[in-house]
């Protein structure tokens, strides 16, 4: 993968191959301004400005670059996204338009997870030269943040367990002069049970731990940013099917989310008080691993009855989220990779938001839309409370029915959220996403994908700019 911040440059004049951006209903009125050999070459491609077509046409003694969009005047983040996967190694700047929000997928679309690979065959780096100069860092930063998060979810499981999570928060707090507070493997029984109940089976190098990293002046608002980490996620005893069980490096998605969200807020200073709580687990199978049918205590004072080893991500966070409301935060935002619900319910390219305010609700939504980012709200429905009943404790940790699943286990987390000290209910917001991109497209490679990353950057963001 080549340096994000080498991708994009301020355009000093040197020389560049020029991109004449197309939208379908512009082709013709371009294509009669062009020499009969350039519009034989489009022909011979078949260019006709459709979205993401791209084309290369000889310019005098050079060749210049033809892009589909939509709208040249209005780029999405991944209007130059195929481009920039397709054309040669070089130096570009575009000829009719401004790159804008297009930066994010400039670079994104140059990533390649290689790390593997006993040789990489990817062409060098694609350079975009721009007169936005005031736009380059604050593009090339999400793309950075993007790209790290591919990375921890590409990254195998044998890699990316606990140890490899804990040692990715240490990099960050080292970076931003962050405290990094880390519990680790019997030492959380005590005051974080659920956590360690899961991840206990696992071998001692992927030891249960929970990460804790505060940044920030004490006197601005706290600001509670949380992750699931289930590193590898077998389902336990209730053991996953070999299909189901393929991809589950990508269960620590949540995590991935949440420390690249952390790193943003350091690296911009933003005005809060940040506690990132990252538990960190393996659920895997062993003859102390919990079991169906246990009744575990929380860091909360509830007891749950487990239904299903298989939903464990909401009981390590059911800590997390616990531990972050005694900071009385002005906002939690968790990220998990928690149900398939949300993904047949959403598909794959959505991520279900749940939240409490429906102003906090909005400005998340309307973060996504405006940046590329977009999710949809799913209820925190107070009348499927009881799927989560039990006979001989608080509360069960899954539904004894399909319903509504995303949303019974968004009201799982709640019962850990509590209120301020003023005894208002704190605000938060929780993202179900799938962290993942099973198909690719301009921009997007297949593989870990942020999925509710940029939303939550921008609300943040605006919420905090002070």
Known sequence: MHEAKALIRPDRGEPATAIHLMSKDGFEAFAKALLPVQRASLAAQKFEGVGFQTAILPDGDAWMAVGGVANPESLSAWCLAKLAEELPEGTYRLANAEAGAAMFGWVTGQYRFARYKSEDKASGPRVLLTGQVGQIDGYVSEAEAELLLRDLVNAPPEDMGPAALEAECERLAKAHKAELTVIRGDALEQDYPMIHAVGRAAARHHAPRLMHLVWG??????????????????????????????????????????????????????????????????????????????????????????????????????????????????????????????????????????????????????????????????????????????????????????????????????????????????????????????????????????????????????????
């Open 217 to 466: 002046d004490p006197a601005n608002p706290v600001l509670a940013v949380v992750g699931k980490g289930v590193c590898f996620d077998s389902g336990g005893l209730d053991i996953k099917p070999p299909a189901g069980m393929r991809l589950m490096k990508k269960d620590m998605g949540g995590a991935a989310h949440a420390i690249a969200l952390a790193g943003l807020i350091m690296a911009a200073r933003l005005k809060v008080r940040l506690h990132l709580l990252v538990p960190a687990v393996e659920n895997a199978i062993s003859g102390n691993a919990f079991r169906p049918g246990d009744i575990l205590k929380t860091r909360k004072g509830l007891t749950v009855e487990i239904d299903n080893t298989d939903a464990e991500g909401r009981l390590i966070l059911g800590d997390a989220l616990t531990r972050a409301s005694e900071e009385n935060p002005d906002l939690i935002v968790d990220f998990a990779t928690l149900t398939g619900a949300a993904r047949v319910a959403l598909g794959p390219d959505l991520p279900a938001l749940f939240a409490r305010r429906d102003e906090t609700a909005e400005a998340f939504l309307a973060a996504g839309r405006a940046n590329d980012d977009p999710a949809w709200r799913l209820p925190l429905h107070d009348a499927y409370r009881e799927y989560l009943a039990s006979d001989i404790a608080d509360m069960a940790n899954s539904a004894p029915n399909p319903f509504a699943g995303a949303s019974v286990a968004g009201l799982f987390l709640d019962r850990f959220v509590g209120a301020r000290e003023d005894g208002t209910p704190i605000d938060w917001v929780h993202f179900d996403t799938f962290a993942w991109m099973p198909a690719p497209k301009p921009g997007r490679a297949r593989g870990g994908r942020g999925l509710g990353l940029r939303a939550s950057w921008h609300a943040i963001r605006s919420r905090y700019a002070g």
